[in-house]
């Protein structure tokens, strides 16, 4: 990719979100950069939200986060909500076909594979370091997010790699982010075929369109029931952050106050409820999930252990490398304990790890009591 030529987001619309647990406002930016395919095939839009800091954030560094396999970036807004009032600013992303952000296009299923989403996301990074001026940056990734990250850090964001970059850096060059502190929720570096397999089963659902939000909200219940004891609001919450509206014809197209819709496989208009819940009101569409079934092409149902590949190669903090901390679900098919145990042993040092009871995978950060533990990590 050339070096030199920052790719500015195109602006789309400022919308508001009320916290009643806070009782405020937080204002929040949607806003999507240009992604390119690795192979040079064609470029595509990645959406993110942007949460401005309430205080001066001149010291602080900003959290940009990254969700799971099926999930997006909504997953985050009661922990951006915790933390602009603590003076920090928050992106969370949706990576590429899922929410608001293009799909891939037909035929192009394989690019849904971690060397696209390392890509975008070292794109993405960088971009939020240079808004910022400076070169760090915060991580917190949920299970897939958690597994990009390490990715990266034992790759691109590597200290040897960003200084030998930021040596040789010229005149009109890009900054290469570091990341500073890296937060993993439910995830490590081996992740074994039985978690694995329920959650392909979920994405291979079938294509059928759903009659009503209230269909989707039954069946977000049931795959998400390891996210733990949520209430009814909450549910419903990620019900809306689980489906798209699709309108049957090109004379549908409704106005949609997100200002975004965004490209399915074939290039139609998709529009995200979260963003678009009015459209439930009428007709000419219909309620599908919000991400790319074709998700799945690349993965298997096998074991997958990146000890050696990843964890390993992450440098400690005293060799230049992040601070690393853990929330777990107490019950998670993902995480197992002995992947834990096994983390504190090799590869970077875990600072902290906290555990949730009644969780499984992953905890879906919206009680408190998790909400606290990021703020802790952040603070640390």
């Known amino acids: 990719r050339a070096q030199g030529r920052r790719r500015q987001p195109v602006p789309l619309v400022v919308l508001v979100v009320f916290s009643s647990r806070m009782a405020s406002l937080s204002k929040f930016v949607i806003n999507t950069i ?9 470029s595509y839009r990645m ?34 909500e915790r933390l602009v009032e603590e003076g920090r600013n928050v992106y969370s992303v949706d990576v590429v076909g899922r929410a608001r952000s293009d799909y891939l296009a037909d035929g192009d299923e394989s690019g849904y594979a971690y060397d696209q989403y390392c ?20 991580w917190f990734g949920t299970s897939m997010g958690g597994l990009i990250g390490m990715t990266l850090l034992a790759t691109s964001l590597h200290p040897t790699a960003v ?40 994405v291979n659902l079938p294509k059928d369109a759903y ?36 309108p049957r014809a090109v004379s549908a197209l409704p106005d949609s106050p997100s200002g975004l819709s965004a490209w399915g496989s074939d290039r139609s208009n998709r529009f995200f409820l979260a963003d678009n ?36 190669r992450i440098p400690s903090q005293a060799e230049g490398g992040p601070q690393v ?28 790890v906290v555990s949730f009871p009644s969780v499984g995978h992953a905890p879906a950060l919206f009680c408190p009591l998790q909400l606290d533990a990021v703020s802790s990590f952040l603070r640390d």
């Open 119 to 138: 890509a975008d996301l070292l794109e993405f990074v960088t971009y939020v370091a240079e808004k910022h001026g400076s070169p760090q940056v915060d």
């Open 325 to 352: 901390y853990l929330l777990k679900g107490e019950d998670s098919d993902l995480l197992l304990n002995e992947t834990v145990e096994e983390m504190k042993r090799r590869g970077p040092s875990l600072r902290r």
């Open 34 to 42: 240009q992604c390119k395919r690795v192979t040079g095939a064609y």
């Open 163 to 202: 200084s030998a970059h930021n040596a040789s850096l010229s005149e009109g060059s890009r900054l290469r982010p570091s990341i500073r502190k890296y937060i993993l929720n439910d995830i490590g570096p081996f992740v074994p075929s039985a978690g694995l397999q329920r959650l392909l089963a979920y």
């Open 47 to 80: 959406a993110y939200k942007f949460f401005e800091a309430k205080s001066d954030p001149k010291e602080s560094v900003p959290v940009v986060c990254v969700h799971g396999l099926t999930r997006n970036a909504n997953d985050f807004d009661a922990v951006a």
């Open 277 to 312: 819940a009015h459209l439930l009101e009428g007709e000419g569409g219909e309620i599908r999930l919000h991400y790319d079934q074709r998700l799945a092409t690349n993965l298997k149902p096998s074991d997958i252990d990146l000890f050696a590949a990843l964890w390993d």
């Open 211 to 246: 009659k009503s939000i209230n269909d989707v909200e039954q069946l977000i219940r049931t795959l998400y029931r390891p996210f733990g004891d949520l209430s009814d609001s909450e549910w419903h919450k990620l019900a809306l952050s689980s489906a798209i509206w699709v």
